[in-house]
T-cell receptor, first 115, second 113 residues
Framework: QKEVEQDPGPLSVPEGAIVSLNCTYSNSAFQYFMWYRQYSRKGPELLMYTYSSGNKEDGRFTAQVDKSSKYISLFIRDSQPSDSATYLCAMRPPLSSGSARQLTFGSGTQLTVLP | KAGVTQTPRYLIKTRGQQVTLSCSPISGHRSVSWYQQTPGQGLQFLFEYFSETQRNKGNFPGRFSGRQFSNSRSEMNVSTLELGDSALYLC????????????FGPGTRLTVT
């Protein structure tokens, strides 16, 4: 079993829809939770990150972390065709950990927003 | 500010050969991490360098190695290439080892035939 599980999709939604992307994880040492967006033939781009449990909002994007359930989500409101990309969740232990720099990624969810 | 640059962008090699990939981090960034991305395994951590020292290493065979220069530029080397080494190799830079944000380059697409 992988440390981080992510539904690969593909997920197709109409423009303006609310998109929900999710990951589950098994390593309780993870403290930082990131969401990356990767367009075709590009490197991943950091969208946002949260520390421990809670919510974080940035424009149309909201990240949620539920450490008790080992479950994280990314919500995209008013989705746009330009949001079409692969979304990757990633996690890491505390900075004090020797492996703090090592990100563990989910497999990515391919999202298409139809105009 | 220029982003992370990786060269070459595309590479085709034959099984058994070796290859060297290059990464120039964002100006002022001193930490460089390397990742391998494949359709089957996704993104996997290879190693991280900071101040010319390898700080962390992922679970890859010794054929995969790297180094970092005094100007923070980094190279990774894969010797005795195997078909399974075909992948997108991504470099990520950050200001220091205590910085959360990592910025990825566009990657080098390696094809082993």
């Amino acid at each position: 079993q992988k440390e981080v599980e992510q539904d690969p999709g593909p997920l197709s939604v109409p423009e303006g829809a609310i998109v929900s992307l999710n990951c589950t994880y098994s390593n309780s040492a993870f403290q930082y939770f990131m969401w990356y967006r990767q367009y075709s033939r590009k490197g991943p781009e950091l969208l946002m990150y949260t520390y421990s449990s809670g919510n974080k909002e940035d424009g149309r994007f909201t990240a949620q972390v539920d450490k008790s359930s080992k479950y994280i989500s990314l919500f995209i409101r008013d989705s746009q065709p330009s949001d079409s990309a692969t979304y990757l969740c990633a996690m890491r232990p505390p900075l004090s950990s020797g492996s703090a720099r090592q990100l563990t990624f989910g497999s990515g969810t391919q999202l298409t927003v139809l105009p | 500010k220029a982003g992370v640059t990786q060269t070459p962008r595309y590479l085709i090699k034959t099984r058994g050969q070796q290859v060297t990939l290059s990464c120039s981090p964002i100006s002022g960034h001193r930490s460089v991490s390397w990742y391998q991305q494949t359709p089957g395994q996704g993104l996997q951590f290879l190693f991280e360098y900071f101040s010319e020292t390898q700080r962390n290493k992922g679970n890859f065979p010794g054929r995969f190695s790297g180094r970092q220069f005094s100007n923070s530029r980094s190279e990774m080397n894969v010797s005795t290439l195997e078909l399974g080494d075909s992948a997108l190799y991504l470099c990520a830079s950050s200001f220091s080892t205590s910085t959360i944000e990592q910025y990825f380059g566009p990657g080098t697409r390696l094809t082993v035939t």
